[in-house]
């Protein structure tokens, strides 16, 4: 796994986790705007633009969830070494 790299460091891994929770806020304001900046795909209809729509908060909900992991890891990681 790519984060691997990143679990003996804690100060490597706060920045990875405030990008992680950076994209997924950005991912939460494109959802939100979603039904009116949506392309105009003939013959798509509304399930394909529930779907995307659906998709878009799905990935930023993980995206946001594995940001606050990290940084409590990174947290913890710090707390720990101090003692």
Known sequence: M???KFENSS???IPVAMAFIVA????IAAGTSWPRISPPVPHAGTDWNDFSHGVIFGIAIVLEIAGVVLAAKAADAKKRKTL
């Open 2 to 4: 790519i984060l691997r």
């Open 11 to 13: 100060e490597k891994m």
């Open 24 to 27: 997924g806020l950005s991912l």
